[in-house]
């Protein structure tokens, strides 16, 4: 069998371009077309799919941001004012001693019970509730002298005025009653603001709470009279 | 001698057939030509509609807005956290009250307590009557409690002396 070569020489060459001569502009353009298409027009027709998502999330962001500025446009800062106002007279962020002793001396007078005296434990984190939930708080042992109908309206005074406290334990006896409380405190956290993170109303629980805490203080503020129980 | 001689000559048929692919590769190549104009022409359309930049800039008039009016943002913050953590005190002290008022209740009124003491896990106390009955309504009641399993879990009967009058002392664990 007979070896059948190719020898491309130079003469192989020109004919062959001269045979495929008119073929060369057209194929050459195709080329030029396919990468164009490729490397050009295809990466291009990505990134306008990108813009619109970016356009979409901008628009997004401007309609998130404009309902935040129409909703804080409606809040009246003496509202706000008065709202921190309440909530930090139920739970100060100190050591609020004359609350504490002004919401003890009304609880006596309400219930009409005697204070004997009562003892400050600055800084002790006493109940295991608070331990675990980290709140700060005072506690204060307390004596007061009156029949077991007094105590309880005083524990129940005590429970609806502010600060906000807790009772630990309770030993009536003969002479009188002793009662560990604690006084909740906490201070204002560090506020990390996100100008663009959806800035939410109060909802109905915290309002709920507000309305609570306002409605404690009236009927603390209803039933109290001037004059000192100690 | 002519260098450009065509040494391999074509048969009718063959340069019939030369003739139409080299139609089709023309045809191709001005269709892409045009395809990728057009396209072009779009795209450029398309960019020039898709107003980023001033998008960003209503963005940022905005945000500047919103910004002015950050202490409010602040407030709303430092309101919300405080009553949540309100709501937790409330939510988990124990209602001494009640309790004290579940043993009030449940006492009758000949009987007298003399000594309570209210920890988060028990109630104890002492009560004192001249009536044997009243102090035996008083553990019925609280027995009865321990049954609708309301308030107590279990009812301790520490000691009952007869004297001058009746004692009991009784410790009652909380649910």
Not at chain 2, 7 to 25: G, S, Y
Request: aromatic share 8%; hydrophobic share 40%.
């Amino acid at each position: 069998m007979k070896n059948k070569k190719i020898n491309f020489d130079q003469s192989t060459i020109r004919i062959l371009y001269y045979k495929y001569k008119e073929f060369i502009i057209p194929m050459f353009i195709i080329l030029v077309c396919v990468t164009l298409f490729l490397k050009v027009t295809i990466p291009q027709i990505e990134d306008i799919s990108h813009i619109k998502d970016e356009e979409k999330t901008i628009k997004d962001s401007i309609n998130i941001l404009k309902k935040d500025l129409i909703f804080l446009g409606t809040l009246n800062s003496e509202n706000l004012d008065s709202e921190l106002d309440i909530a930090s007279t139920a739970l100060p962020p100190g050591k609020d001693f004359i609350g504490i002793i002004s919401s003890i001396s009304k609880s006596a007078i309400n219930s009409g019970v005697k204070l004997d005296d009562f003892r400050f434990s600055v800084g002790e984190l006493s109940t295991a509730s608070a331990k675990v939930n980290t709140q700060p708080s005072l506690q204060i042992n307390l004596a007061i002298k009156g029949n077991i109908n007094g105590v309880k309206d005083f524990v129940e005074e005590l429970a609806k005025s502010f600060p906000l406290s807790e009772i630990t334990s309770l030993k009536i006896g003969d002479s009188s009653t002793t009662l560990v409380t604690v006084f909740y405190y906490k201070p204002f956290p560090p506020i990390e603001l996100n100008d663009r993170a959806p800035q939410r109303a109060l909802n109905k629980k915290e309002l709920d709470m507000i309305n609570k805490i306002l409605s404690w203080q009236n009927e603390e503020e209803s039933t109290a009279s001037p004059s000192s129980n100690f | 001698m002519s260098n450009e001689i065509n040494l391999l000559p074509f048969k009718r048929k063959n340069l019939h057939r030369f003739k139409k692919a080299l139609q089709i590769v023309r045809i191709i190549s001005v269709f892409l030509l045009l395809l990728l104009m057009v396209s072009s022409l779009i795209i450029f359309y398309i960019k020039s509609q898709l107003s980023i930049d001033s998008l960003k800039k209503e963005e940022e008039n905005v945000l500047s807005n919103v910004s002015r009016m950050r202490s409010k943002k602040a407030k709303l913050a430092l309101i919300s956290d405080r009553l949540h953590s309100i709501a937790g005190i409330i939510d988990r002290r124990p209602d001494y009250e009640y309790r004290l008022g579940v043993i009030l209740e449940k006492t009758p009124s000949d009987v007298s307590i003399t000594e309570l003491n209210i920890s988060n896990s028990a109630i104890s106390f002492n009560a004192q009557s001249d009536s044997l009955y009243s102090i035996g309504i008083l553990m019925d009641n609280l027995v009865s409690m321990v049954a609708e399993k309301s308030l107590f879990s279990k009812i301790t009967l520490q000691y009952l002396s007869i004297g001058d009058s009746y004692n009991i002392s009784i410790t009652a664990n909380l649910l």
